[in-house]
Each structure stands twice: as C-alpha cells, then as structure tokens.
C-alpha cells in the first residue's frame, strides 16, 4: 500500500499563497489517482481536487476553482497544491489521498491517506 506525506501548510495571509506537497512511497506512483481534501473540525472531510495518474485529467471543487492547481510529477512520486489568492475560508487540515482507478470526489473511494498539514489563512 502506498504511503503518503503532506508538507507545506502554514499560516499565510488572506490574498496569498501556499504550495502543498504529498510524498509518496511504496506503490507505482502513476497508477493511483490522487486528491486533496481538507477538514475543519466539526465538518466532514471536502473534496477539494483530484487527478488522474497521468495528469491529463484535473476536477476541482467549485470553491477552489481558479485559485487552486493541483499538478504532479510522476518521477519524483509526488503531487502537489498550489493555492493562489488564499481566503480564511481555506483555513483547513489539508489530506492528500490515493486511489487505484480513475479521479472521484469521494473520500470514501481513496485507500490511503497522509497525516494532513495545517493551512491557516489569517486576514
């Protein structure tokens, strides 16, 4: 089973910018889909992006769409986040997550999960 580390998350102010990464390791890194999520306490877990293992296909969560890029480099086992004109609304625990099969919303459908990094977006 595939392992994963976020890192990247921190406290930036509202309009800025934060770029996450997730480490991968144990698994052939380009045949999982992958996504972020993220969770505030008291809410469930939100879909926030997703991409195919080759990169070709990206969905985005319509809150995050514009702002946000998640990209990957398969030779490097790593995805990543960019997020651009940051809002508190963002303030979150960001999960990076892997799937066998094709891009999905639902965190249900990912096998492995990291440990998650903060992002705080202060105003």
């Known amino acids: 089973q595939v392992q994963l580390v976020e890192s990247g998350g921190g406290l930036v102010q509202a309009g800025g910018s934060l770029s996450l990464s997730c480490a991968t390791s144990?698994?052939?890194?380009?045949?999982?889909?992958m996504g972020w999520f993220r969770q505030v306490p008291g809410k469930e877990r939100e879909f926030v992006a997703t991409i195919s293992g080759t990169g070709i296909f990206t969905h985005y969560a319509d809150s995050v769409k514009g702002r946000f890029t998640i990209s990957r480099a398969n030779a490097k086992n790593t995805m990543y986040l960019q997020m651009n004109s940051l809002k508190r609304e963002d303030t979150a625990v960001y999960y990076c997550?892997?799937?066998?099969?094709?891009?999905?919303?639902?965190?249900?459908?990912?096998?492995?999960w990291g440990q998650g990094t903060q992002v705080t977006v202060a105003s």
């Open positions: 997550a892997a799937r066998t099969g094709p891009t999905s919303y639902y965190a249900s459908s990912y096998n492995s």
């Open positions: 144990g698994g052939t890194f380009s045949s999982y889909a």
